[in-house]
């Protein structure tokens, strides 16, 4: 079974791609993963990557395409089925992982996309606080401190409202036409991410039951 997993900041991605990778056997495949596993190996688009990185410049799609070209064509991608997470990102790098995928046999079976109301994200993201003298991470509603000052707490400036509220817009903007994409291809399986954790991984798990 060969799956994509999408999902906003904060709506519990990285937490359900680990029960899934456990449940279904899969490799689970990150971008940063495969980034850090080709440089590591001097891969050929290991060292071009590195390159473009060591001058501070964004990687080109020719090259983050041929290391993912490279990682699905490992022999335990094809023993056990892939869960890809952070690639694609856009329609263009969406339809270079058709070609791939093509190119190597293998096929989409399906796109696990885990939804959450964007206004529940802006409060699990914005509400860290850290205190002042320790250090220690708080959460003003998850995992609020004993005895709250707010005097004695700060907020980074990344998880203060405005700046949460951004970078889900442009989370929003950049998933959307990916999710449409895969929708007109009948792949996309959205899965009810406001809900408790463990209802969240049984939803999931049934779905892809049912794919197997």
Same mark, same amino acid.
């Given at each position: 079974?060969n799956?994509?997993?999408?999902?906003?900041? =904060?709506? =519990? @991605?990285?937490?359900?791609a680990?029960?899934?990778?456990?449940?279904?056997?899969? %490799?689970?495949?990150?971008? =940063?993963?495969?980034?850090?596993?080709?440089?590591?190996?001097?891969?050929?688009?290991? +060292?071009?990557?590195?390159s473009?990185m060591?001058q501070g410049?964004?990687?080109?799609?020719?090259?983050?395409? =041929?290391i993912?070209?490279?990682?699905?064509? @490992?022999?335990?991608?094809?023993?056990?089925?892939f869960?890809?997470d952070?690639?694609?990102?856009?329609?263009?790098?969406?339809?270079?992982?058709?070609? %791939?995928?093509?190119?190597?046999?293998l096929?989409?079976?399906?796109?696990?996309? %885990?939804? *959450?109301?964007?206004?529940?994200?802006?409060e699990?993201?914005?509400?860290?606080?850290?205190?002042?003298?320790?250090?220690?991470?708080?959460?003003?509603?998850f995992?609020?401190?004993v005895d709250?000052?707010?005097?004695?707490?700060?907020?980074?400036?990344?998880? +203060?409202?405005?700046? *949460?509220k951004?970078?889900?817009e442009?989370?929003?903007a950049?998933?959307?036409?990916?999710?449409?994409?895969?929708?007109?291809?009948g792949? *996309?399986?959205? %899965?009810?991410?406001?809900?408790?954790?463990?209802? *969240?991984?049984?939803?999931i798990? @049934?779905?892809?039951?049912?794919? +197997?």
């Amino acid at each position: 079974m060969n799956l994509l997993i999408m999902g906003l900041p =904060g709506a =519990g @991605k990285g937490t359900q791609a680990a029960k899934i990778v456990e449940e279904f056997g899969l %490799i689970h495949i990150s971008t =940063g993963d495969m980034f850090r596993e080709a440089i590591a190996n001097e891969t050929e688009m290991g +060292k071009l990557a590195k390159s473009y990185m060591d001058q501070g410049n964004l990687v080109p799609d020719e090259v983050t395409n =041929g290391i993912v070209k490279d990682r699905l064509a @490992k022999l335990d991608v094809r023993e056990k089925g892939f869960l890809l997470d952070g690639f694609p990102r856009t329609i263009e790098q969406a339809e270079a992982l058709d070609q %791939i995928l093509t190119s190597l046999e293998l096929s989409l079976d399906g796109v696990v996309a %885990i939804e *959450v109301n964007p206004d529940s994200l802006l409060e699990r993201l914005s509400g860290r606080i850290i205190h002042k003298e320790t250090g220690a991470t708080y959460h003003k509603v998850f995992n609020p401190p004993v005895d709250y000052k707010e005097e004695d707490y700060y907020q980074r400036e990344d998880d +203060k409202p405005e700046a *949460v509220k951004r970078r889900l817009e442009v989370n929003i903007a950049q998933s959307a036409p990916i999710l449409e994409y895969y929708r007109m291809a009948g792949l *996309v399986h959205e %899965i009810n991410g406001n809900q408790e954790i463990a209802q *969240v991984s049984e939803d999931i798990k @049934k779905v892809l039951t049912n794919l +197997k």
